[in-house]
């Protein structure tokens, strides 16, 4: 069951995404006045969070050549975020060795690579309710999904469903008060 649950999840974010991050974006293409990165950026993700695929297929999406460093459960790379971070391990954290930026909040990153990159970002209006559909169907899901993805299997530690389920509060905190936005 456990396997079909983070199958589900693996795929049922591309579903919904229709083919986001497949093409590059004329935003990134249009003009000669496109600000390039000199710089690959670097990326710290791991293959399976919703949040670093979001941040993956829109680097993809404005053609920005990016070093990929994956720092899943487990992974020495971790530490080395830490360090970076202040002492977070939260993925994706986006590193800009062009601008000096770093970032650790997929939406944040996501606004960024378009005000810094790309000639336009998306509409809000569609994405708004894009976003508010998705977010609401898919928020049961993702709350079986995340800790099997994280590692978890829910017995080993009571500190770990406490940490759960204070990111729970600030995550709906956060969904409750800003909006939204589904690249």
Request: charged residues 20%.
């Amino acid at each position: 069951a456990v396997d079909l649950w983070l199958k589900a999840g693996y795929y049922c974010t591309g579903l919904l995404r229709s083919g986001r991050g497949c093409n590059v974006s004329p935003a990134a293409t249009a003009s000669a006045a496109v600000n390039r990165p000199e710089k690959p950026l670097i990326l710290y993700s791991y293959e399976g969070n919703q949040f670093c695929r979001l941040v993956r297929e829109v680097l993809t999406e404005l053609d920005i050549t990016y070093e990929l460093r994956s720092a899943g459960k487990e992974s020495p790379r971790r530490s080395e975020l830490a360090e970076l971070s202040g002492g977070s391990t939260q993925c994706p954290y986006l590193i800009d060795p062009n601008t000096g930026k770093s970032l650790p909040e997929s939406a944040d990153i996501i606004e960024y690579l378009y005000s810094t990159y790309a000639l336009w970002t998306p509409p809000p209006e569609i994405l708004d309710f894009t976003s508010k559909f998705v977010m609401s169907t898919l928020k049961p899901v993702f709350a079986v999904i995340a800790p099997l993805q994280a590692g978890s299997n829910r017995l080993e530690d009571i500190d770990y469903q406490a940490t759960i389920q204070s990111s729970l509060v600030e995550i709906e905190h956060e969904i409750n008060s800003d909006i939204v936005v589904i690249y």
